[in-house]
């Protein structure tokens, strides 16, 4: 007789696992990643979707990928980049300080032993070093992330101005963070100038408008909501639980039923798999998480 | 295809044989002699931009009766007669499009979206589809060497036309950084 005892062992991991993870968090906050978050423990165990550095940077990392990828302007992550730009600026001053500390020791060790100093010395760079490097792959992440999204700005800038009005589905304060919205209307203030200065006042009153849709040609850009895209089909987080818009099919495999307009047709994505779709298909997909874009 | 797109802008620019429904004083200067009235029936090129409006909008409703018909018709354009249509169905990587026309897809899908043709657009698929491995096959075969050089790809580079040529050179480049960082990080 088999006595099924699967869910009881895993009541068992989970107690450990607990402690093992509020070990390692507590690990960080001393070495590496300094005041994570300051939040203290109890806190954490509370809310499982944990914040913590590690999954932050998994999430960025994710999001850098989508962005860079998708042709619309994804909105904003502004408690995630909040989270990492202080966590950046609390590594930056734990580097200096832990710089500051060993040419201290070092001078103050001087007269002692000499051939103690150069070992100690060596044992302390390491460390250091790759705090450095991770700290610069960090600030690349970020870099890139904001440049791409200042270049789609750019792009779309006569489209996210429409936004500003009533039939925005997205208010544009939550699209854009706020220097990103300074850049965009000090940009398009100045690049309209430049268009008026130039060439459009000697034009006829009635093709002035740089916005003008009605014309032989529309002049503003839409993101290509059509655009093939690579997809990654992650699924939900396991945690969540189920997800209502996830099925089976005849196989036993988990999929995402799509619908694709222009052919009528329905597209299974299954679990795992990789995909090339057009990004108006999987769009909501992808803003929710279940499918990322490679 | 965007309002600020060169390749549109000069795709837009080039030249379509067009036939106009009426007497219209004041616009000889189309046939080449200012001044002068334009005579029904009368032959023009016209560019796209100027004819795929024409071709459209119609005379003064109240003074015609026959309203529906519009300023100029569009004739059928050498770049896609029967003739250059069956050099694609029979053998599209040999077909010269360049020499056709330099932005051959690019007027070709504004065509049939005018006049809703779908042999014709089936017709490209098969071409563009069929153009695309050989181009493939071109982008991928890189060799270091010749990367400088850039020459020595053989006559069917010289087929291509504009929208193929970024084609070429997108894939060619990736191909090309791909090879370069895993010969030498």
């Known amino acids: 007789m088999n006595i099924d005892i699967d869910d009881i062992l895993a009541d068992l991991d989970r107690d450990t696992t607990a402690v093992d993870s509020s070990l390692i968090t507590q690990g960080h906050n001393d070495t590496t990643v300094l005041g994570s978050d300051g939040i203290p423990l109890n806190k954490q165990r509370v809310v499982p979707a944990a914040i913590s550095p590690v999954s932050d940077f998994q999430t960025l990392m994710r999001f850098w990928r989508n962005e860079r990828m998708s042709p619309e302007l994804l909105p904003y992550p502004h408690l995630l980049m909040e989270r990492t730009l202080r966590r950046i600026q609390d590594q930056l001053e734990h580097i200096e300080c832990v710089s500051m500390g060993y040419l201290e020791e070092q001078s103050g060790s001087a007269e002692n032993t000499s051939e103690s100093v150069g070992s100690t010395a ?125 099925q089976v099919n005849e196989l036993g495999q988990q999929f995402y039923p799509v619908s694709i307009q222009e052919l009528h047709e329905e597209a299974e994505l299954a679990l795992g798999g990789i995909y090339v779709m057009r990004y108006n298909v999987v769009r909501e997909l992808v803003l929710d998480d279940m499918v990322q874009l490679i | 295809m965007s309002y600020y797109d060169i390749d549109d802008i000069l795709a837009d620019a080039s030249k379509f044989p067009c036939r106009f429904n009426y007497d219209i004083p004041g616009l000889g200067y189309l046939e080449g002699n200012a001044g002068k009235e334009i005579r029904k029936n009368a032959k023009v090129e016209l560019p796209l931009w100027l004819a795929r409006i024409l071709a459209i909008v119609g005379g003064d409703a109240g003074l015609n009766d026959e309203d529906a018909l519009p300023f100029v018709e569009l004739m059928q354009p050498e770049m896609f007669s029967p003739k250059v249509l069956n050099a694609i169905k029979s053998g599209p990587v040999t077909l010269d499009v360049h020499s056709i026309n330099s932005h051959f897809y690019a007027l070709a899908i ?48 010289l087929t291509l036309d504009e929208f193929e040529k970024v084609l070429y050179k997108d894939s060619h480049e990736s191909c090309k950084d791909t090879k370069k960082w895993v010969i030498r990080k």
């Open chain 1, 122 to 246: 060596l044992l302390n760079k390491l460390p250091l070093l790759c705090m450095e490097a991770d700290l610069e792959r960090l600030k690349f992440v970020v870099r890139s992330l904001l440049r791409c999204r200042l270049a789609k700005i750019d792009k779309y800038s006569l489209y996210l101005r429409q936004f500003d009005s009533e039939h925005g589905v997205v208010p544009i304060s939550e699209l854009l963070s706020r220097q990103e919205l300074e850049y965009h209307e000090r940009h398009s203030a100045m690049l309209l100038k430049l268009l008026n200065n130039s060439i459009l006042r000697h034009m006829p009153p009635e093709a002035q408008a740089v916005d003008d849709n009605d014309g032989s040609v529309k002049m503003v850009d839409e993101p290509e909501w059509d655009r093939f895209v690579f997809v990654y089909v992650n699924g939900p987080d396991t945690k969540q639980g189920v997800d209502p818009r996830l």
């Open chain 2, 110 to 157: 504004k065509w049939a979206t005018l006049f809703n043709d779908r042999d014709l657009i089936e017709v490209l698929n098969y071409m563009l589809l069929e153009r695309c491995q050989e181009i493939n096959n071109h982008a991928s075969s890189v060799q270091l060497e010749n990367v400088g050089r850039g020459g020595s790809q053989g006559t069917f580079m």
